[in-house]
Structure formats: structure tokens, C-alpha cells
């Protein structure tokens, strides 16, 4: 026990030293030491490896077109029974059981929509048996969704809105079961020959989508290095290369903290000049940019012209929806490790700005964007990268601004 506290003691004094000098050794006004003293929580590099190659493929779906069908309900059963000494017993037809429903159910274990089919089917019910005997119900069939899933009907009409964990919606009735011949027995007709089919289940389309993707989105051209990005500061794996369209699906890391608060963090592909009027992939990328809280511009230093990089991409956010650009938002200068690449962060901070002479006025949102030169592929500038993401996600948990 004594050798316990004395262990403690030493332990707990060493750590003090540490700590001092840490903070001893820095300049008072550097950012270091005011981050030293500052609330905001430091990242943690995530201790487990990177999934095996075959996880690869998976990437987050946050819509879907999905066409539901109710079970079909058991047919009712049309006999008549014959006993020994009683050949006439009469009718015995069983009803059938009614067909399951489709139902969503909001979960907080599931995070992605990945898991739906395009066709979901609940099963039928059984049909009547002899002697009376009712076919069986169908279980229902329950399609677990994230929280904050709208169900979407064809005309775009949301409706509903599954918010708590254990909501659920009932996307499509189940048929009922048909009745058997022994339901129609009456003192009028002692020997019905007659029994229903069992009714079909209810069919239609829906879109599911969530409400919200992740709480920040990597956007820019292809090649800026936004999969490489996420590489670095997640576990997750969108592909990389040289190529433009290398990722053809958002995927999403999450990045962690050491008060286990996780931003999730979207790789959105697929954006490109005129991405507003259908071009490339399409216009559902910017869908994906819809749903994310904030924004991080990643614009390529090794281009001739960045700047003009950045005004393509705002230019395309808001031709999808005015505002959009404007979202709290951070701007990464990817590939600061290439040669002249420092010269270009700095055009780029004075533009932003406003220190470049030019005219036009920028909006607050964008002139207090904190500007940021990292290599996603050196690993340069992550950490200060990680703690402006979680300054801005500080600040709008603080602010909970609905968009
Ligand atoms: N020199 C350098 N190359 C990079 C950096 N980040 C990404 N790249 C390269 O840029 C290319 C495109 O990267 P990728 O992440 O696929 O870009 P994305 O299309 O925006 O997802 C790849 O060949 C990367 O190796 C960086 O910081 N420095
Ligand atoms: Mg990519």
C-alpha cells in the first residue's frame, strides 16, 4: 500500500514537471500556449488500423429510391368436414393470416442508409388450414434507418420525419387475410361454399434521405485531394489518384477527440464547373453539400490560378442554393509541400481577406474564414487543420442554427 502512494506521488509530480515546462517553454502570445490554456478538446489519432481491403467498396448512402410491398395475406381455406357416423360435419375452412407490413424504425445504432435494398418486400401470411385452423400473421418486416430519416413520397411530399430513436413508420400495409368457408356459415346457409383470397399488400415508391450527412464537407475539384484528406485525419478509405472521378461515392471519417466527441467528416465528389446544371456526376452531389452543417473548401496549390478555384466553387454552391457557399466553412490550401504553393496561400488569405485591393465586398462569413496550408499526403498542418474543425463545430453546437 505504502509503495502504492509513493508510486502515485512520484507519478503525479512527474506529470506536474511535464506539464510546466510544456507550457513554460512557450512564447505567451503564440497559439500554442493559448491553445494550452483554451477549452477546445485535442484531436485523437484513431489507435486501431485501417479495415481490410474488402471494406474498401463501402461508401455512405444518404438516399435512396426504394419501392415497398406489403405481405400478400393468406387465402381462406374452402372444405367442408366428414367424420365417421357424420359424414355432412359441415364447413371448416380456417381464415388466412394477414401479410406484414414494411415498416421504418429509426435506430441510433445505424448511421447510413448502405443497408437498403431498392425492393423491400415483407413476407405473406399463410392461408387457412382445415378444421378451422387460422393461417399464421406474417411478422412485420422493420428496416432500421439513422435518426433524422424524412420518408419522401414520389411527389417530393415528406411524410415523415423519424427523429427519436424507436420512431417508425409504416411504409406499407400488409394485405389482409381471406376469410375461410366456416366465417360464412349462417342458420340460412348451413353449407357456404364460398371463401375469400387474401388480399394483396400495399405497393408504392418512397425516397428515403437523411436529413443531415455529417456535420463537415470536404469540397472541391477533382485531384484537390480531398479523399487523400480524409485518409489522413480518419480511417476511412476513399480511393486516391491521379485522376479526376477517382471517387465516385461520399464517404464518411470520423475524426475523434479527446472528450470522445466525433465529427463526422464527408468526402463529396464529383464537383465540377456547371455541376448546377447536371454536369459530371450530377446535380446529387450537391445534394450531399446540402446536408452537411459546415463546409471545408479544399482548393488545389498546385494549379496555375487557386483563387479562381475557390470562386468556381462558391459560384457553383449557390447557383444549387442561394447561401449555400456561406455556411460556416473553413478553406484548406491542399499541397502546401509543392514549390511556390506558399506564395499562392498567401494570395489566397489576402483575398480572403479583403487585403488584395479588390472591390467587391465579401460577406463576414467568408472574410473571418480561417485559411489553413496542409499536404494531406506529407501530413503537414493537420493538427491545426483538426483544431479549426472543432472550434467551428464548437461554435455551431453553441449557436444551434438550424439549416
Ligand atoms: N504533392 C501532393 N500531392 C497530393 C497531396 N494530396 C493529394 N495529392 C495527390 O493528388 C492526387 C489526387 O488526390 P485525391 O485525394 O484522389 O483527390 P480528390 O479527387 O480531390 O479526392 C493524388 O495523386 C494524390 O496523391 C499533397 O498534399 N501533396
Ligand atoms: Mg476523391
Request: a positive charge.
Amino acid at each position: 500500500m505504502i509503495t502504492y502512494c509513493i508510486r502515485k506521488a512520484l507519478l503525479s509530480s512527474w506529470r506536474a514537471v511535464c506539464l510546466g515546462t510544456e507550457c513554460a517553454i512557450q512564447d505567451k502570445s503564440c497559439d500554442s500556449y493559448q491553445r494550452c490554456l483554451s477549452s477546445v478538446a485535442k484531436h485523437v489519432m484513431p489507435k486501431k488500423p485501417k479495415g481490410v481491403a474488402y471494406r474498401k467498396a463501402r461508401h455512405f448512402v444518404d438516399f435512396i429510391e426504394v419501392q415497398v410491398s406489403g405481405g400478400k395475406g393468406g387465402n381462406g381455406m374452402l372444405s367442408f368436414l366428414s367424420l365417421p357416423k357424420r359424414e355432412w360435419a359441415g364447413p371448416d375452412g380456417g381464415n388466412g393470416g394477414n401479410g406484414g407490413h414494411v415498416i421504418f424504425k429509426a435506430s441510433h445504432s445505424t448511421k447510413s442508409l448502405s443497408h437498403l435494398k431498392p425492393v423491400e418486400v415483407a413476407p405473406n401470411g399463410t392461408k387457412g388450414g382445415t378444421k378451422q385452423r387460422d393461417g399464421k400473421n406474417a411478422d412485420h418486416r422493420f428496416i432500421e434507418v439513422p435518426l433524422g430519416t424524412l420518408i419522401k413520397s414520389e411527389d417530393g411530399q415528406v411524410l415523415s420525419s423519424l427523429d427519436n430513436d424507436g420512431d417508425v413508420y409504416v411504409a406499407a400495409r400488409g394485405g389482409a387475410g381471406g376469410k375461410g368457408n366456416y366465417f360464412f356459415l349462417t342458420n340460412e346457409n348451413r353449407a357456404p361454399a364460398v371463401a375469400e383470397l387474401g388480399a394483396t399488400g400495399q405497393e408504392r415508391k418512397l425516397f428515403v434521405e437523411l436529413k443531415t450527412m455529417a456535420h463537415a464537407g470536404l469540397i472541391g475539384f477533382p485531384n484537390a485531394g480531398k479523399s487523400s484528406l480524409l485518409r489522413a485525419i480518419s480511417r476511412a478509405q476513399p480511393e486516391v489518384s491521379a485522376y479526376p472521378f477517382t471517387t465516385l461515392n461520399p464517404h464518411v471519417g470520423m475524426v475523434l477527440y479527446e472528450d470522445h466527441e466525433q465529427i463526422a467528416v464527408a468526402d463529396i465528389p464529383g464537383l465540377i464547373p456547371g455541376a448546377h446544371q447536371n454536369k459530371g456526376l450530377g446535380i446529387s452531389f450537391l445534394r450531399h453539400i446540402e446536408r452537411c452543417l459546415c463546409l471545408i473548401y479544399v482548393i488545389d496549390l498546385s494549379i496555375e490560378c487557386p483563387l479562381e478555384q475557390l470562386n468556381h466553387l462558391k459560384y457553383e454552391l449557390d447557383q444549387y442554393q442561394p447561401g449555400l457557399s456561406l455556411r460556416p466553412n473553413l478553406l484548406i490550401g491542399n499541397k502546401i509541400d509543392l514549390p511556390g504553393a506558399e506564395q499562392k496561400l498567401e494570395d489566397l488569405k489576402r483575398h480572403v481577406q479583403g487585403m488584395d485591393g479588390c472591390v467587391e465586398t465579401r460577406p463576414r462569413e467568408i472574410s473571418q474564414m480561417p485559411v489553413l496550408g496542409v499536404s494531406a499526403k506529407h501530413l503537414i498542418g493537420i493538427d491545426e487543420l483538426l483544431y479549426q474543425l472543432r472550434v467551428m463545430y464548437d461554435a455551431y453546437k453553441k449557436d444551434e442554427k438550424p439549416i
